[in-house]
C-alpha cells in the first residue's frame, strides 16, 4: 500500500499532503510498503453516520504499519485486541478493511 515519508522528518501518514503538516517545509515522498501491521487500539463502534449504520456494530482499529512510522486507520472484519496482527483484506468505498492475520 501506498504511504507518504517526510523527506525532512519522521512523519508517515496514509494521505498524501501537499507540505508536511508535522515540519511544514518537508515534502511527502511517496512509498510502496507492506500493509502488514500491528493493532495499535481500537473502537468498537454502535452509532455509525447513516452511510455505515447497516455496518454495526463493527470495529475502527488505528494499525500501526510494519514498514513505515504511519498509522492506518481500518474497519476490521472481526473482533481485534491490541497487539494482533493484521492486513489489508480489500478497499471498499475508500475505506480500508484489515483482517487479523
Ligand atoms: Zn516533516
Redesign the pocket.
Known amino acids: 500500500m501506498k504511504v507518504y515519508q517526510?523527506d525532512?522528518?519522521e512523519?508517515a501518514s496514509v494521505s498524501n499532503k501537499y507540505r508536511?503538516p508535522?515540519?511544514g517545509?518537508?515534502k511527502l515522498q511517496e512509498q510502496d510498503v507492506s500493509s502488514r501491521g500491528t493493532v495499535y487500539s481500537y473502537t468498537d463502534i454502535h452509532i455509525a453516520p447513516a452511510e455505515f449504520a447497516h455496518l454495526t456494530p463493527y470495529t475502527v482499529a488505528l494499525i500501526q504499519l510494519d514498514e513505515s512510522k504511519a498509522k492506518v486507520t481500518a474497519r476490521t472484519n472481526g473482533n481485534v485486541e491490541i497487539g494482533d496482527v493484521a492486513e489489508l483484506d480489500h478497499i471498499e468505498d475508500g475505506a480500508y478493511i484489515y483482517r487479523k492475520c
Do not use: V
Open positions: 517526510c525532512q522528518c512523519y508536511c508535522s515540519c517545509t518537508g
